[in-house]
């Protein structure tokens, strides 16, 4: 990406409980990184977590990115999806198990309650998974007036459980 070029700073939520997931989020980040217009920047360690929403599955691992990006926030979107689908998705049952979800967290500048998607992701500040790992890699950014490190204070950290000492999971990381 040339440094003329107006880029935004976006985080990513990814997880998954079926399969091989530090896999397939590696693939992820592959296949993020391919596309022309995104740079990963910062990515957090794993996190071995329970399950949200429907408690009766198995544990997801979860981890978050930073990326600048050159794509609205709708062609992100479109671009996570796909990144999905071509890693075998199914969107069977809301918080149900999945080989990946990739979540647009926050999209400097951008916030929409639009169907289609919700920056900041709705319910982030509520849930352990997303701000622990948010917070190892942006803890001063700001969402609705407060530093995610307050966020990830506040809310019940129990069964979380760090995966790796490294954040180098992702060879290619910067």
């Not at 992820?28 to 910062?42: P, T």
Request: charged share 20%.
């Amino acid at each position: 990406m040339s440094s003329k070029q107006k880029t935004r700073s976006v985080t990513l939520g990814l997880g998954g409980n079926i399969g091989d997931v530090a896999v397939t989020m590696t693939i992820a980040l592959d296949f993020l990184h391919s596309v022309e217009g995104i740079e990963i920047c910062n990515v957090s360690p794993l996190y071995k977590t329970p399950p949200w929403g429907i408690t009766s599955q198995n544990r997801f691992i979860n981890a978050c990115v930073e990326i600048a990006t050159l794509l609205t926030p709708f062609e992100l979107l479109l671009q996570c999806q796909s990144i999905e689908t071509r890693l075998k998705r199914k969107r069977t049952m809301r918080w149900g198990p999945r080989t990946i979800d990739i979540d647009i967290l926050t999209y400097q500048g951008f916030v929409s309650r639009d169907a289609t998607l919700s920056v900041p992701h709705p319910r982030m500040l509520e849930r352990a998974f997303v701000l622990v790992p948010l917070a190892d890699i942006v803890p001063d950014l700001i969402i609705v007036g407060k530093q995610v490190s307050h966020w990830c204070n506040a809310v019940d950290q129990t069964g979380i459980e760090r995966l790796n000492d490294e954040t180098e999971w992702w060879p290619a990381a910067i």
